[in-house]
């Protein structure tokens, strides 16, 4: 049960984890208790052989790390811990859910977490917005002690994949995963975070591609939705285009910061300038200050590692992905849309900021990325 008890620990401390930052690591501690009792017990429910992989390319982060410090005169610990802290969290969550995990556990305490959190989120923000004036939205950011909005929308977002690939297995017992996904849904629209909805449309073209001709006929069900949105989600998407230059003052910002964080990599191609100097470094290319990272997860490991780790882990990722979707279309009604929907969310999100650097979306991610699926009669484990 410590698995569950680390994932309900984890997801739980959101409401809290906006004003008191230490809450979000609250899993840290349990997961690390939790490997070591696996490690005693010395049970592998997979039978797999751990990959050397990760333990090679953690040597190479500290290497490139240790190397890029030394050459820094501007560097700055506190980002450092943030990414280590996060790393560890995600090794640790890794190890344990291979081994003390149940997939359909760990969807079940995903999806009764995701809920309540969903159902404190809207009684949190519903009366904010509803009936408000024109760019209500902006009500919910004032005396808030919620986590950010594009971390929080992922959290539903991968609840929402997980309920969705839930729905699709052949599994008679649906009713907490439609439940949580109609919560969840709703609780990701009043986060306003608008790269929450691309991570949502992400999910639902990835069903709609993937042979699930049922899933069709709710087109029109979802176009009749999306053309009367609440007002406030209306305002909020509009609100991207109104900005004097085309693009609100956020989307200007990112631009901005995307723009010297390539140039950033162009002027240091191999080892990148290491999670410690990235503020500095924007800073010095003419980025607006007091921004630690660029608002995209792929620019912040292109610059914190350089261009041959993050080719590498690009590579392992979308081998990973790749293999997902074959699986999805040899295995229609298998556990592997669990996986694939909600890493689809999570690459998406990362697109727009750094959602992962929070461990509550980071260790529900890597539970069900790890968390072996339940042996069927022959004694075979039905996973991917």
Not at 124 to 140: D, K, M, Q, Y
Request: glycine share 8%; charged share 10%; aromatic share 10%.
């Amino acid at each position: 049960m410590w698995a569950i008890a680390v994932l309900a620990a984890t997801v739980f401390t959101t409401p809290f984890a906006g004003a008191f930052s230490a809450l979000t690591y609250i899993g840290l501690p349990m997961l690390g208790v939790g490997v070591l009792l696996d490690a005693l017990r010395r049970r592998n429910t997979t039978g797999h052989p751990p990959s050397p992989g990760p333990v090679l390319l953690s040597t190479w982060l500290a290497f490139t790390t240790l190397v890029t410090a030394l050459f820094s005169d501007q560097a700055e610990l506190a980002p450092l811990a943030l990414v280590g802290l996060v790393a560890l969290t995600g090794c640790l969550a890794a190890s344990y859910y291979r081994s003390a995990g149940d997939l359909r556990l760990v969807e079940s305490t995903i999806l009764v977490t995701s809920s309540v959190t969903a159902i404190a989120f809207i009684s949190f923000a519903g009366p904010r917005v509803f009936g408000g004036e024109t760019n209500s939205w902006t009500l919910i950011y004032e005396n808030s002690t919620w986590i950010n909005s594009n971390t929080l929308g992922l959290v539903f977002a991968i609840a929402i994949g997980a309920g969705v690939g839930r729905c699709l297995r052949a599994d008679r017992r649906r009713l907490l995963p439609v439940l949580a996904i109609a919560l969840c849904t709703a609780a990701l629209a009043l986060t306003f975070s608008r790269s929450a909805y691309l991570a949502g449309g992400a999910i639902l073209l990835l069903v709609l591609v993937g042979k699930r001709k049922s899933f069709l006929l709710l087109l029109p069900v979802l176009l009749v939705g999306y053309a009367n949105l609440p007002m406030a989600v209306q305002d909020r998407v509009t609100y991207t285009t109104s900005g004097a230059g085309g693009l609100d003052p956020s989307s200007s910002v990112r631009l901005e910061l995307w723009e010297a964080a390539l140039a950033i990599a162009r002027d240091n191609p191999v080892l990148g300038v290491g999670f410690h100097s990235i503020r500095p470094a924007l800073t010095d290319y003419g980025a607006p200050e007091g921004l630690a990272f660029p608002h995209n997860t792929y620019l912040t490991l292109l610059l914190g590692t350089g261009a041959i780790t993050f080719a590498i882990v690009m590579v392992w990722v979308g081998r990973y992905f790749a293999r997902l979707v074959r699986q999805s279309h040899r295995d229609p009604t298998g556990p592997v849309w669990t996986r694939l929907l909600p890493l689809t969310a999570a690459l998406v999100c990362s697109f727009f900021g750094e959602p992962l650097l929070s461990p509550i979306p980071t260790v529900m991610l890597v539970a069900l990325l790890t968390a072996p699926f339940a042996r069927t009669a022959s004694g075979r484990p039905s996973d991917v």
